[in-house]
Each structure stands twice: as structure tokens, then as C-alpha cells.
């Protein structure tokens, strides 16, 4: 039975901040929750959630959230909306009992066309083709219904 979840972010967007709280309303309270999230982009505000920022370079965020699901006995990770986060949480998790959860608010083609310079659409479509990789390993996807990624297409 799952009794800690983890919640990851690298970045703050207000979306994310609203599925960390309805999270919070919705789950059992003998569940203890945690958000990690990057040194700085920590803006949220929530009531049940403890709170961790790890600092540093993209190997460092992947080795602190690999340790704190470790140290703290973390039994499921899920991200908050960006499909790119699933890569550090595979690798973050391997070889250990703490599973995760891909959530996916945007379209992942979209993202990729809509990058501004030609090497971010170059990155962005590489990390789309190796995307199905960590998606495999996953629990679980969740994908949003289509009104729902209308609205969020829209506001940002």
C-alpha cells in the first residue's frame, strides 16, 4: 500500500501549483506527500506538503532525488506535468522500489515545434524520440483530457 508520494518539479508554473494542491484535498491523510523540486523554483504554496529544493546541475537533481526516495522510504514519484521530467525520474528510480507516475499536460509534438531557437527543437525532438523509453518503465501515464490541454495550450 502506498504511503509516501513524492511530487517532482524542475520548474514553477501555476497549472502545477493547482494539481499539487487538489492532490492535497484528494488524498488520504495517512499519506505523507513531498515536493522536490529545483534550488529557486520553489513557489508554491501548500499545506500537507513538505517541501525539499535540491541545487545544482541535472546530475546532481537526478542523484539528491534518488537519495531522498531512498533515505525517506519514497513509494511512489509522480511529476507535474512536464513529459521531459520522466527521464530523471527513470533514472532517479532504478534498481529501487520506488515507482512513478509520467504525467503529461501538453502535447509532446507541439512542444518540440514551438521551441524558439533550432537547437532547442533539435533537443526537444531527440528527447520526444527516446520519450516511449521511460514511459515504458512508468507505473502509470496520465494524460489530460482534451479540454483541459485546450485551456492550458492557451494560457501559456
Known amino acids: 500500500m502506498i504511503k509516501k508520494i513524492c511530487f517532482f518539479s524542475t520548474f514553477f508554473v501555476s497549472h502545477m501549483q493547482m494539481r499539487a ?60 506535468g512536464n513529459p521531459q521530467e520522466s527521464f530523471i525520474m527513470l533514472a532517479s528510480t532504478f534498481l529501487t522500489k520506488t515507482q512513478y507516475i509520467v504525467n503529461i499536460v501538453s502535447n509532446i509534438i507541439e512542444r518540440a515545434i514551438v521551441q524558439e531557437t533550432l537547437r532547442e527543437k533539435v533537443l526537444m525532438s531527440i528527447q520526444n524520440f527516446f520519450l516511449p523509453i521511460s514511459l515504458f518503465y512508468s507505473k502509470r501515464t496520465i494524460l489530460p483530457a482534451k479540454d483541459i490541454y485546450k485551456k492550458v495550450q492557451r494560457r501559456y
Open 21 to 80: 494542491s487538489y492532490m492535497e484535498r484528494f488524498l488520504p491523510d495517512n499519506i505523507e506527500l513531498f515536493l522536490v523540486t529545483t534550488k529557486g523554483s520553489n513557489h508554491y504554496q501548500l499545506k500537507r506538503t513538505k517541501v525539499v529544493e535540491i541545487p545544482g546541475s541535472r546530475l546532481n537533481l537526478i542523484l539528491g532525488l534518488r537519495k531522498f526516495c531512498i533515505e525517506n522510504n519514497i513509494d511512489l514519484l509522480v511529476n507535474l
